[in-house]
């Protein structure tokens, strides 16, 4: 059974940054896309970041985060990463660490919804405050 577990979250000021930490635990070897989404109060949860296993690695980003986001991952590990840089107030919301098992590298570089991924993570609140 796998298992996700987020840290790193908290409140920081406009332009400061965090960075976010996933530990993974169960069904490793067939996770090969995991992902950083976001929710706030109201609204569906949004796909900030992708980080697809196979081959070389490679990523996405959703436009409101290219160039201040990095999604990463260290294998050794098990723990994916999101390096948030140049926070703004619209960034705050509980983020969440997502997993898929066993998918095509283009869907998961294709910034699929939620509902294609199996297994989350708790949640951890970022707050940036103006």
């Known amino acids: 059974q796998a298992q996700l577990v987020e840290s790193g979250g908290g409140s920081v000021q406009a332009g400061g940054s965090l960075r976010l930490s996933c530990a993974l635990s169960?069904?490793?070897?067939?996770?090969?896309?995991m992902a950083w989404f976001r929710q706030t109060p109201g609204k569906e949860r949004e796909g900030v970041a992708f980080?697809?296993?196979?081959?070389?690695?490679?990523?996405t980003y959703a436009d409101s985060v290219k160039g201040r986001f990095t999604i990463s991952q260290d294998a050794a590990k098990n723990t994916l990463y999101l390096q948030m840089n140049t926070l703004k107030p619209e960034d705050t919301a509980i983020y969440y660490c997502?997993?898929?098992?066993?998918?095509?590298?283009?869907?998961?570089?294709?910034?699929?919804?939620?509902?294609?991924?199996?297994?989350w993570g708790q949640g951890t609140q970022v707050t940036v405050s103006s």
């Open positions: 997502a997993g898929a098992r066993a998918v095509p590298r283009s869907w998961c570089l294709g910034t699929p919804s939620a509902a294609g991924f199996n297994y």
């Open positions: 169960g069904v490793v070897a067939t996770t090969n896309c």
């Open positions: 980080f697809s296993d196979i081959g070389d690695g490679d990523n």
